[in-house]
């Protein structure tokens, strides 16, 4: 770490302190930006998002750091992982003592587990004069077919409670159940689009408007 500008090596034991306060669900991670392909020096619990020492900025990064010196933090905004786990995160931006830029330290908090649970207790709250109002009686509209295809599966993913990460195959059976009662599967496209936000094969789809249909 002898590149590494003081300041962000003075940073480097924040990262572990931080992680270890929060537990196994906060990952932090500390960026040196002077190598956005290979930014990252100090990281602690990278299994949250599945980056480690070596890896490249992250896209947030990668804008604030094309706007420069007028970039700023942002802190506590909401993010997925690819396999539909969500985060807490909060990006800040590390200055040298002239004003420059020279590195960000991110949180991400994984807390998909919190949000699980926040389901149950809100279900177990529910009383029966809610049945009047349904949450979500949004119309799936849209400009062309893919956004109408994007908004109802993610109003489908919404109403299970659960992140696709989380599921089981029952539990995924039964989103593609609902998809095919509300037609999707008749957009062209659709089983490709639906096997990628499931994390399954387009084959494991097709398994399961077969087990669907016959049980149907």
């Keep these: 770490m002898k590149d590494i500008h003081p300041i962000l090596k ?13 537990g196994r669900n906060c990952e932090v991670v500390l960026h ?9 020096i100090a990281i ?6 599945g980056r480690a020492i070596g ?4 896209e947030y990064g990668l804008t604030a750091l094309r706007k420069g010196e007028s970039c700023g933090h942002k802190i506590n905004y909401m993010k997925k992982t690819p396999d539909g786990r ?27 587990e919190l949000m699980i649970a926040k389901n149950l207790l809100l279900d177990f709250t529910k009383a029966e004069e809610d049945q009047e109002y349904p949450q979500d009686n949004r119309e799936s509209f849209g400009s062309n077919v893919n956004e109408v295809l994007s908004s109802i599966v993610n109003k489908t993913l919404e109403s299970v409670g ?16 609902m998809l ?13 689009y639906v096997a990628k936000i499931l994390c399954v094969s387009r084959y494991t ?10 049980t149907g």
């Design 55 to 58: 890896g490249p900025m992250s």
């Design 32 to 40: 040196d930006v002077t190598n956005p392909q290979n930014s990252i």
């Design 10 to 22: 003075n940073m480097v034991p924040l990262v572990e302190g931080i992680a270890n306060t929060f």
């Design 44 to 49: 602690e619990n990278g299994h949250v998002t």
């Design 86 to 112: 969500i985060l807490k995160a909060s990006s800040m931006v590390i200055r040298d003592e002239n004003g420059k830029l020279i590195g960000f330290l991110c949180i991400s908090f994984d807390i998909s």
């Design 205 to 214: 789809i097709y398994n399961y408007l077969d087990e669907i249909r016959v």
């Design 180 to 192: 095919d009662d509300k037609g999707v599967f008749l957009i062209k496209g659709a089983i490709d």
């Design 162 to 177: 659960k992140p696709v990460a989380f599921m089981s195959k029952e539990e995924k059976v039964n989103i593609v159940e």
